[in-house]
């Protein structure tokens, strides 16, 4: 189709052509084998706004798509990596790894596909790097990461990987309900001194060009997500807290209770669409 | 020498807009129907400055969201917002400066910022830093701006 010209295009200038280029029409399979869902029917809770959802994957250009298609050409894999290292590595005065208490990666298949999640024991909602930092304080013995530092990036990474494929799955209802609503709250508020919301972008305007830059549905489905514009992984927090401040607004904090709910809410707008992390976006 | 004070004077009072009497505060602009019928400082607007404050990132950033043919020179126009060619036939002088100001008391609920206003934000932030604003509010553009804009608006007939 148009590569000739994203060809051409991206000869001169790398990043505005690969807006311009992107097929919203393509199917994603990862090294041949594993079938990621990029566009399905809305979840329930949505169906007076959306009728389909979307992976972000669909709004790139064909090489930053392809480059998500083959592990091998996929820069996110690095860091999945080095979570394989991390996870092998005993941490804490317990003495204990990840692998001591899990096994191998694998067995985690799954995890990443249903959080944030309830926690009966902390009484709250735990984000995936919540979790992790659970086990480190209280079954290892460490010291937890700091929110989206590359320690804790690198194993989310690691846990969204041996999910991939799988449907997001995360629960609205029971006592995450209360979180869930202030996240949806939080999508709809317009803030900053241009006061949009994520919904001004993402949902009323996908599909069509900010400036350079074609707007998705900003899903999460495919974090932690490598971005070509700054040469590492992401965690979803950092990604809002760039939105955010984009809005000419005092942003949130990375692991605070505001973005911990819109964490929830955000992703379970993706519910249907696959676990695809790491992703490779522009 | 004597040149370079009044020329210095004339741009600070263009930049600050409060500084001169004759400005229009952000919280003193009248609406009537959307529409703002008065001048925000009595001098006229440049479309050429107009056209760089619609095409320039850090000012109006217009192009952002509108597609202007007349200026296709620079790169990247979005499609949030319609195309602006024509606006000069489509609206009249006193009805774009009421869109430029607040667009909002043209187009209820609408995505496009308001350009001269100071109250009523949540979570203002300090620019793009992503702190919180401290101080006074400076609205996204200046009255002479805005004018300059709605001049340039004009200019832009089918």
Redesign the interface.
């Known amino acids: 189709m148009k590569k000739g010209i994203a060809a051409l295009v991206a000869a001169s200038t790398i990043f505005?052509a690969a807006a311009a280029t992107a097929d919203e029409s393509a199917e994603l399979t990862i090294n041949g084998e594993i079938d990621i869902v990029t566009k399905t029917a809305a979840p329930a809770h949505l169906s007076d706004v959306l009728d389909e959802v979307m992976s972000g994957w669909r709004f790139r250009s064909d090489q930053t798509q392809e480059m998500q298609m083959d592990d091998f050409d996929n820069p996110g894999m690095l860091g999945v990596e080095a979570g394989i290292e991390i996870w092998n590595t005993v941490d804490g005065s317990k003495g204990k790894s990840c692998a001591d208490c899990h096994g191998e990666p694998e067995e985690m298949a799954g995890v990443k596909a249903v959080y944030p999640k309830w926690n009966d024991q902390a009484e709250t909602v735990h984000t995936l790097q919540m979790a992790v930092n659970n086990c480190r304080e209280n079954a290892m013995g460490a010291e937890p990461w700091k929110y989206d530092a590359s320690d804790a990036i690198n194993i989310e990474a690691l846990l969204a990987s041996v999910s991939r494929g799988m449907p997001v799955n995360v629960a609205i209802d029971g006592p995450a309900e209360a979180m869930w609503e202030l996240g949806k709250e939080l999508y709809y508020?317009?803030?900053?001194?241009?006061?949009?919301s994520c919904a001004?972008c993402h949902e009323?305007?996908y599909g069509?060009?900010?400036?350079?830059d074609h707007?998705s549905q900003g899903q999460i489905n495919g974090f932690p997500t490598y971005r070509l514009k700054n040469a590492k992984l992401n965690g979803v927090h950092s990604r809002f807290?760039g939105c955010?401040?984009?809005?000419?607004?005092?942003?949130y904090s990375p692991g605070s209770e505001e973005f911990i709910a819109l964490e929830l809410y955000v992703a379970s707008r993706g519910n249907g669409l696959s676990v695809e992390g790491p992703s490779v976006r522009n | 020498m004597k040149r370079t004070t009044i020329s210095l004077c004339t741009l600070l009072i263009a930049g600050l807009g409060a500084a001169n009497a004759e400005t229009v505060a952000p919280t003193a602009v009248a609406f009537e129907e959307g529409a703002v019928a008065q001048s925000l400082t009595g001098v006229a607007g440049d479309p050429a400055a107009g056209a760089t404050v619609v095409s320039t990132?850090s000012q109006g950033?217009c192009?952002?969201?509108h597609e202007i043919t007349d200026l296709a020179d620079v790169?990247?126009?979005?499609?949030?917002g319609p195309m602006l060619d024509g606006a000069g036939d489509r609206w009249s002088e006193a009805e774009l400066r009421g869109i430029l100001v607040d667009a909002k008391m043209t187009f209820d609920e609408s995505?496009m910022?308001?350009f001269y206003k100071t109250e009523g934000?949540?979570?203002?932030?300090?620019?793009?830093?992503?702190?919180?604003?401290e101080g006074d509010?400076e609205p996204?553009l200046t009255a002479q701006q805005i004018e300059d804009v709605v001049a340039y608006l004009m200019t832009l007939k089918d």
Request: hydrophobic residues 35%; aromatic residues 6%; charged residues 25%.
């Open positions: 505005g508020t317009r803030t900053g001194q241009l006061e949009l001004n009323d305007n069509n060009m900010i400036r350079a707007l807290k955010v401040r984009d809005t000419r607004a005092h942003t | 990132k950033n192009v952002a969201c790169p990247f126009h979005g499609e949030v995505v910022p308001s934000f949540i979570r203002l932030g300090k620019a793009y830093t992503g702190k919180a604003h509010v996204l």
